[in-house]
């Protein structure tokens, strides 16, 4: 199915609206949902004050909680069961390659009422260079993907995720033609750096507390974003911040009357390109001796229960993060912030599942890094052929050196 006709037929459908407000039946403490955001693609094309000028029409003290790069079990799994015991409705954005692998997880995330948009079929970096062909087949296929999984294309929201924010003008504009609305974020909390859970939090509220609102970048296959979600949910609504779900328009469901100011947050201030205000905050620093204090509603899963076989063995191969300028902004456009400018520098250790199927190699999500054979899991059927080519994106595979934690710069294996 074209992808024309399938959006055409979203605004058919349309999407459910989650229940009001504070109804979270058995969990008085929870954060809840307080209302959908509902939005209409065709009139605002591109979202998110780390690389545009409009972002979403939130009110002060609203957070859309964003996960990229899933669905990966048994985090994304874990992830689901923290939001369900918080009744907190979130915004995917879904690879197809991991949707072909997990499609059982995906109807998960869409039974639970979160809106599903996509991320492309590969999760290559090379949008920037890519000819409008390969873009195309790479944000079809990941839709197609991810359709193939829910059953139903009119159930994925048009939006989209560029893998590592690395927009370019041929896939904005063909985002665009297709009525699809590009995503980037407000602020990232860093969950792909290998920092602590106490550390995703914290970057996570100083950013939040900065800007008063906004779209908070987070991926539900990282371990510390399992460990940190608890304590970020609570630490949200002690500070009085409310959770918005971000749904499309369509018939049943119209859009939100907004203004067009409300589409420019903090209007001049950040329209001049203000995207790293963490050090500009007049909020108070996050207290993290009050986040690790308060008693988590999941215990931190042990390694071994969240799927690790070994958290951080003792030899990786890894690929040294790429220093990239970002791309020179466009009029109209905000340049990347220095922080976290791709969310992939270091993918999450592979993880193996007793009794299930393999999560696919970090590599095979566009992540450039490979475990040492001992750790390495079996392939899917289908994956070996590709990763034989050590090219699963289309792309070269870069030159990878064996770094051991004897050797391994310290920041990089904390
Ligand atoms: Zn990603």
Not at 210 to 234: C, E, F, M, S, Y
């Amino acid at each position: 199915m074209r992808v024309g006709t399938l959006f055409g037929l979203l605004f058919v459908v349309g999407f459910a609206i989650p229940a009001h407000a504070g109804d979270c039946p058995g969990h008085p403490d929870a954060i809840g949902t307080s209302r959908a955001l509902v939005v209409d693609p065709t009139e605002h094309v591109r979202l998110g004050t780390m690389q545009y000028r409009e972002t979403l029409p939130l009110e002060d003290h609203e957070v859309v909680l964003t996960f990229d790069d899933g669905p990966l079990p048994p985090y994304t799994k874990r992830i689901l069961e923290v939001l369900a015991a918080q009744c907190v409705k979130a915004n995917y954005f879904l690879i197809g390659r991991m949707a072909q692998a997990y499609p059982e997880v995906v109807r998960e995330i869409h039974a639970a009422g979160h809106t599903i948009g996509t991320h492309s079929q590969t999760h290559p970096y090379t949008f920037p260079r890519m000819t409008l062909a390969k873009a195309q087949q790479e944000v079809d296929q990941g839709i197609a993907s991810v359709a193939a999984a829910l059953g139903d294309p009119a159930e994925i929201a048009p939006f989209f995720r560029i893998p590592g924010l690395s927009r370019s003008e041929v896939i904005e504009s063909y985002l665009a033609s297709r009525s699809i609305m590009t995503w980037s974020a407000d602020f990232p909390a860093d969950d792909w750096r290998h920092i602590s859970a106490s550390e995703v939090i914290h970057r996570a509220i100083t950013r939040l507390e900065a800007k008063g609102k906004g779209i908070l970048l987070l991926h539900d296959i990282q371990p510390a974003t399992v460990v940190a979600l608890p304590g970020l949910l609570r630490e949200l609504k002690r500070r009085g911040f409310r959770i918005v779900q971000v749904v499309p328009a369509s018939a049943t469901a119209p859009k939100t009357p907004t203004t067009p100011e409300q589409w420019v947050m903090n209007g001049a201030r950040d329209a001049k390109g203000d995207t790293t205000s963490d050090t500009k905050s007049t909020a108070p620093p996050v207290d993290i001796t009050t986040v690790d204090s308060v008693p988590p509603v999941l215990p931190p899963p042990r390694p071994k229960e969240i799927g690790v076989a070994e958290p951080l063995g003792p030899q990786f191969i890894l690929t040294p993060p790429a220093t990239r300028a970002p791309a020179r902004p466009k009029r109209g456009q905000i340049a990347l912030p220095p922080i976290a400018p791709s969310p992939h520098d270091l993918g999450p250790p592979t993880a193996v599942i007793d009794g299930g199927l393999p999560a696919p190699g970090a590599s095979k999500i566009g992540h450039q890094l490979d475990i040492a054979p001992a750790l390495a899991p079996a392939m899917p059927a289908g994956a070996a052929s590709n990763a034989s080519r050590g090219d699963v994106t289309g792309s070269t595979k870069p030159k990878t050196r064996r770094v051991t934690t004897a050797n391994m710069p310290k920041s990089k294996i904390r």
